[in-house]
């Protein structure tokens, strides 16, 4: 019985998606108007209004994994990557990188780490284990889906494990393979 009903809370789960959007890069490439457009994910245009929840920052020191799953609000600051020093994330919530993976989108093709928006909120859903999610948003982009098949291997592992110790020791193999 109580197996069934954490199944089913498992399967429910959903994420709101919320990116604090700065509005200081090209209108016409920004992922994130893009998605708030086809109404998948909410803009906001300061800290105050946007919600608490995992904020998706590079300069944190915490690594993003499955046990961050335990949150309502996927969030992250939509600005250009000249802007997006340490001090731009000043949001209030639980701050957390990504581990290694690399971008599809066509300015960083390749690139390790500087992910657009999309990407980066994709890539969260998938380690949360909502890869149908991570699949609606990418959809809407021509290179969505070369992101999920570029980064197919590392996602599924970073999902798999317990905690961002776990995440990192993966993350450590592809940093060695590239070095
Ligand atoms: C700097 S903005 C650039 C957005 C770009 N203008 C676009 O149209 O998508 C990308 C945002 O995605 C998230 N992001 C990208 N790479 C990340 C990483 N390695 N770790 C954590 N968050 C990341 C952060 O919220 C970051 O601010």
């Not at 969030?75 to 020093?85: I, K, Q």
């Not at 731009?88 to 919530?93: A, E, V, Y």
């Not at 599809?104 to 500087?114: E, H, I, K, T, Y």
Request: with cysteine; hydrophobic share 40%.
């Amino acid at each position: 019985m109580t197996a069934d009903t954490d199944d089913a809370d498992t399967a429910d789960r959903t994420y709101a998606l919320h990116v604090r959007y700065e509005g200081d890069d090209d209108p016409a490439k920004c992922t994130a108007r893009k998605l708030a457009k086809f109404d998948l994910a909410d803009l906001h245009r300061s800290d105050r209004e946007t919600p608490y929840g995992v904020v998706l920052n590079p300069h944190a020191e915490r690594a993003l994994s499955p046990a961050d799953a335990d949150t309502a609000n996927v969030v992250a600051l939509d600005c250009s990557w000249e802007s997006a020093g340490e001090a731009m994330f000043s949001l209030p919530g639980d701050h957390r990188a990504l581990p290694y993976l690399v971008a599809a989108n066509p300015v960083n093709f390749g690139r390790p780490m500087q992910l657009t928006t999309v990407e980066a909120v994709a890539a969260a859903l998938c380690i949360f284990g909502e890869d149908d999610h991570a699949e609606r948003i990418l959809s809407k982009f021509t290179w969505g889906h070369t992101f999920l098949e570029l980064n197919e291997e590392p996602l599924r592992r970073y999902a798999a494990c317990a905690d961002s110790t776990e995440v990192v020791e993966i993350q450590q193999e592809y940093l060695d393979r590239g070095e």
